[in-house]
C-alpha cells in the first residue's frame, strides 16, 4: 500500500513539472522572470572615490567611517528619496543620518574642511609647485617635501615640526598642546603615548595634511564632548569628508522668540567664559565668527559648531616657537590660504578679544528688537559698550556680567529647552 502511494506522488510530481514547462514555454517572459540565472536586482547607493576623496589619500583626513558609508548605515538626506541619488559634490556640508543597529537614526553634519573648489585648486598647488606638473601623484609629491621628511624622522610631535601651518591652533604651539593631539588622534588605534611610534608613514601624512587645510576635526578630538567641552562628537572621516553630531546653525534662531535668545545669548557668554577660563589652563580665542560657527542642538544646548578659526594658547607653558620661526613658509602653510596673508601675532591677542567679536556680530543679530523697553535700550546699550571695548579688558568684563544678569530672568524653564529641564525647575542656578 506504501509503495503504490509513492508511487501515485511521484506520477503527480512529474505531470505538475511538465505542466510548469509547457505554460513556461508559452511565456517567455515569466520563464525569464522565474529562471534562478537571472539577477537579483536590489536598489543601492552608489558610491565615487572622488566624491569622498579617498582618491586623493593620504592626502586626506582619514578613513576610520568609511566603513559605515559603504554599508550605508551612514546616509545623506537626499538618499531618503526613490532617486538614491547623492547630493553635489560642490557643497561645503551635508545632513545626514547615522545609524549603528539599522533600526534607530540619529542626524549628523557631514561636511569638507573647505570647498571642493579650494580642494581643487590646492590639489593643483601642490603639482605644480613642487613638481611643475599639471596633475600627479599628491602623496608622492608632499613625501618628498623637507617638513614631511622631518615628520617621518621625529619620534616626538614638536614646534619646529608644525612651524607656519595657517591653523589658528597651531600659531603658538606649545609642547603640551602638541602631545595632546598625538596622544588622541583618532583616526589611528590609541597608544595613549606622546610619542609618534604608533603613526605609520600613512598616518603622519593624514595628521600633517588634515593640520594644515583644516584643525577643526582635530580640535573634535582632542577636546572631546564627553569630558565637558563645548564641541559636537566627532564620529570620523572618511577621504576629505568629516561626521560629527549634528547641530542647526545659530542664524536659524535670529528670528526665535525672546526667551529662546535670551537663552542662547547666556550660553554664548558661558562657553566664551569657559574657553577663557577652564581646569586645563588653554586660553582659546576666534580669529573670525559668524552665523555658522556656533550651532544649537536639538535638547537647545549652544556648542561650537566650527572650530576651524579657533586658536589656542598655553597659560601654562606659553608658546615654544619664536616669532621669526612663525613665519616659515612652504606649500602645507598655502593649502587653503594666501600665504602672502598676514597672521595674527601671539603677543597681539587680546583677553576679550573673542566678546568683543561676538558683541560686534553675533549678539546684535539674535537679541535685536526682541524685548519691551526699557529692557531692549539697556541691552541694545551694553551690546555698544562691549563692541567698542576691545583695548579695555576689565571694562567688556564688566559689561557682558551686566548683560548676563539682565538677560537671566528674560529665559524660561520648560520642555523646549531639555538641556537643562526640569532641572531648572528645582535650582537657582537657572
Not at 537626499?78 to 533600526?103: F, I, M, R, V
Amino acid at each position: 500500500m506504501g509503495h503504490w502511494i509513492c508511487c501515485l506522488c511521484s506520477r503527480v510530481a512529474d505531470s505538475l513539472m511538465l505542466l510548469l514547462v509547457l505554460a513556461l514555454s508559452c511565456n517567455p517572459s515569466t520563464a525569464a522572470t522565474l529562471s534562478p540565472s537571472a539577477p537579483h536586482i536590489k536598489a543601492s547607493y552608489s558610491f565615487g572615490r572622488t566624491f569622498l576623496g579617498l582618491d586623493k589619500c593620504n592626502a586626506c583626513i582619514g578613513t576610520s567611517i568609511c566603513k559605515k558609508f559603504f554599508k550605508e548605515e551612514i546616509r545623506f538626506d537626499t538618499w531618503l528619496s526613490s532617486h538614491l541619488k547623492l547630493p553635489p559634490s560642490y557643497l561645503l556640508s551635508y545632513s545626514g543620518n547615522y545609524t549603528d543597529d539599522a533600526k534607530s537614526w540619529r542626524l549628523v553634519d557631514i561636511t569638507r574642511l573647505t570647498s571642493k573648489y579650494q580642494h581643487d585648486r590646492a590639489d593643483k598647488h601642490i603639482c605644480t609647485s613642487l613638481l611643475k606638473t599639471k596633475t600627479c601623484s599628491l602623496e608622492r609629491a608632499l613625501r618628498r617635501t623637507r617638513r614631511f621628511q622631518k615628520w617621518l624622522r621625529a619620534k616626538r610631535l614638536t614646534p619646529d615640526l608644525v612651524q607656519g601651518l595657517s591653523s589658528p591652533m597651531l600659531r603658538c604651539p606649545s609642547q603640551r598642546l602638541l602631545d595632546r593631539i598625538v596622544r588622541r588622534y583618532a583616526e589611528v588605534p590609541d597608544a595613549g603615548s606622546i610619542y609618534m611610534d604608533h603613526l605609520t608613514d600613512r598616518d603622519k601624512l593624514r595628521l600633517l595634511y588634515t593640520l594644515s587645510v583644516n584643525s577643526h576635526p582635530i580640535l573634535l578630538q582632542i577636546f572631546p564632548d564627553v569630558e565637558g567641552w563645548p564641541f559636537p562628537r566627532y564620529l570620523g572621516s572618511c577621504g576629505r569628508l568629516v561626521v560629527s553630531a549634528s547641530t542647526r546653525p545659530l542664524r536659524d534662531f535670529y528670528d526665535a522668540a525672546p526667551e529662546v535668545a535670551a537663552d542662547l545669548a547666556l550660553q554664548l557668554l558661558a562657553v566664551l567664559r569657559s574657553m577663557g577660563t577652564n581646569d586645563l589652563n588653554y586660553f582659546f580665542y576666534f580669529t573670525h565668527v559668524d552665523a555658522g560657527t556656533f550651532g544649537v542642538f536639538s535638547n537647545g544646548h549652544l556648542f561650537i559648531r566650527d572650530a576651524s578659526a579657533l586658536g589656542i594658547i598655553d597659560r601654562e607653558e606659553g608658546s615654544q616657537l619664536p616669532d621669526d620661526q612663525q613665519e616659515y613658509k612652504d606649500v602645507f602653510s598655502c593649502l587653503t590660504v594666501d600665504c602672502q596673508s598676514a597672521l595674527m601675532s601671539c603677543n597681539s591677542i587680546r583677553e576679550k578679544h573673542s566678546l568683543v567679536m561676538v558683541c560686534q556680530e553675533l549678539l546684535p543679530k539674535l537679541l535685536k528688537g526682541k524685548f519691551q523697553q526699557p529692557v531692549q535700550e539697556k541691552i541694545d546699550g551694553f551690546l555698544q559698550h562691549c563692541a567698542d571695548s576691545l583695548d579695555d579688558d576689565q571694562g567688556v568684563g564688566e559689561v557682558v556680567a551686566k548683560l548676563a544678569e539682565l538677560l537671566k530672568p528674560l529665559r524660561s524653564c520648560d520642555s523646549r529647552f531639555a538641556y537643562r529641564y526640569p532641572d531648572c525647575k528645582y535650582s537657582d542656578k537657572y
